[in-house]
């Protein structure tokens, strides 16, 4: 988020945050209750993103902040879209081997998929 938060100061733009929750399947569970780890996990990313508002304005930056349930790589494309992204700016686990290829990078499917708008990493 600093660099995100110095980047908007420094060229006197706004930024969009986006914290997105990955869809939940739980068809092989029946006692699960994924409703109620929605709802937490929704809880989680409304505090995260609230915090983040408060570091934006005590900087002066002007940030829109949303939460969205989907596929995560999907979900930052299309608000890269619909908000007229100048730039999208993500933060990399570091993951490498195994644990890339079990896990996936978000960071690298959204890469592939935004052709015409720039990605920047900050690990």
């Keep these: 988020m600093r660099h995100a938060v110095s980047l908007a100061k ?3 733009g ?10 939940i399947d739980v068809t092989d569970i029946e006692t699960f209750r994924p409703e109620m780890v929605l709802q937490s996990l929704k809880k989680e990313g409304e505090q995260i993103l ?12 002007e940030a829109e902040t949303r ?12 608000v ?14 570091g993951r490498t081997g ?5 896990i ?6 959204v890469i592939s998929k935004e052709k015409c708008r720039p990605v920047l990493v900050v690990k």
């Design 10 to 12: 420094q060229n006197n």
């Design 14 to 23: 706004k930024l969009v945050v986006l914290h997105v929750i990955p869809p």
């Design 50 to 61: 609230s915090d983040i508002k408060v570091t934006c304005t005590d900087h002066g930056v």
């Design 67 to 78: 939460l969205e349930v989907g596929i995560p790589d999907e979900k930052i494309c299309e």
């Design 80 to 93: 890269a879209d619909t908000a007229d992204a100048d730039l999208i700016v993500m933060g990399s686990h």
């Design 98 to 102: 195994f644990g890339k290829v079990f």
């Design 104 to 109: 996936g990078s978000i960071t690298e499917r």
